[in-house]
C-alpha cells in the first residue's frame, strides 16, 4: 500500500541539540510538507517542497530546517534556535501544490528532556 | 485577508444523533473546499472534497458537506453518529494561485456519549 512513514513515532531532545525527523513516500507525490500541531492552534506550515531540490518556508519555519535530495524524501530538522519545540510534527504529500488534497503520516511527537 | 473558521471549538452529541461541523472561509472567489478527521495521535485522514459541481458532497464513513457560496461555508453533516466518529476534524480550504497551499481552521474536537 502506498503512504506515508514518519519515523520516529516520539523522539526526545536535549537541550542545544539538533534533531531529525523523517519523512518518506511511496505515493510519487511532488509536493511535500511539513505542519507543526499543538493543541488549539489548528496546523501550521512550517516548509513546503513543490519539487526536487526546492523548498518554501512556511508559516513558521525560523528554528528548522529541510532538504529535498529525493522525491520520496524531506527530512525535517529542528534546530536549537527553535526555542520552543516540544510538538506533534505531521508530514504531508499530495499530486501538486496547487489546492490538492494532502496525505498525511502519523507524526511524530517531539519533547524537550 | 483568506481566512478559514471553525467557530465551534468542542462538540459533545450523543450516539444516534445528528451531526453537523461548522465551517466558514473569507475569500472572493469559490475556493477548494476538503474535511480532515484527526484520531489522538494519529495523521489526518481526508473524508470528502468539493472542487466544483454539486454543492452537496458524499465522502467516507457516512459524511457528507454542503457548499454554500452565499454563506461562505462547507459545513460537515453525518445523520446518526457512531461512538467510534469521535475524533477531531478539521476544515481546510485551497484558495488558489501558484502555491495554493492549503489553510487549515483550528479544528472542532467531537465527543460521543452512550
Known amino acids: 500500500d502506498g503512504g506515508i512513514t514518519q519515523s520516529p513515532k516520539y523522539l526526545f531532545r536535549k537541550e542545544g541539540q539538533n534533531v531529525t525527523l523523517s519523512c518518506e513516500q511511496n505515493?510519487?507525490?511532488?509536493?511535500m510538507y511539513w505542519y507543526r500541531q499543538d493543541p488549539g492552534q489548528g496546523l501550521r506550515l512550517i516548509y513546503y517542497?513543490?519539487?526536487?531540490?526546492?523548498?518554501q518556508k512556511g508559516d513558521i519555519a525560523e528554528g528548522y530546517s529541510v532538504s529535498r535530495e529525493k522525491k520520496e524524501s524531506f527530512p525535517l530538522t529542528v534546530t536549537s534556535a527553535q526555542k520552543n519545540p516540544t510538538a506533534f510534527y505531521l508530514c504531508?504529500?499530495?499530486?501538486?501544490?496547487?489546492?490538492?488534497?494532502?496525505?498525511f503520516g502519523d507524526g511524530t511527537r517531539l519533547s524537550i528532556l | 485577508a483568506q481566512s478559514v473558521t471553525q467557530p465551534d471549538i468542542h462538540i459533545t452529541v450523543s450516539e444516534g444523533a445528528s451531526l453537523e461541523l461548522r465551517c466558514n472561509y473569507s475569500?472572493?472567489?469559490?475556493?477548494?473546499l476538503f474535511w480532515y478527521v484527526q484520531s489522538p495521535g494519529q495523521g489526518l485522514q481526508l473524508l470528502l472534497k468539493?472542487?466544483?459541481?454539486?454543492?452537496l458532497v458524499q465522502g467516507i464513513k457516512g459524511f457528507e458537506a454542503e457548499f454554500k457560496r452565499s454563506q461562505s461555508s462547507f459545513n460537515l453533516r453525518k445523520p446518526s453518529v457512531h461512538w467510534s466518529d469521535a475524533a477531531e476534524y478539521f476544515c481546510?480550504?485551497?484558495?488558489?494561485?501558484?502555491?495554493?497551499?492549503?489553510?487549515f481552521g483550528k479544528g472542532t474536537k467531537l465527543s460521543v456519549k452512550p
Open positions: 504531508a504529500s499530495s499530486i501538486g501544490i496547487s489546492n490538492q488534497p494532502q496525505h
Open positions: 505515493l510519487n507525490h511532488d509536493a
Open positions: 517542497s513543490q519539487i526536487v531540490n526546492d523548498f
Open positions: 475569500y472572493g472567489a469559490t475556493p477548494y
Open positions: 468539493y472542487f466544483s459541481g454539486d454543492t
Open positions: 481546510a480550504v485551497g484558495f488558489g494561485g501558484s502555491q495554493g497551499n492549503l489553510i
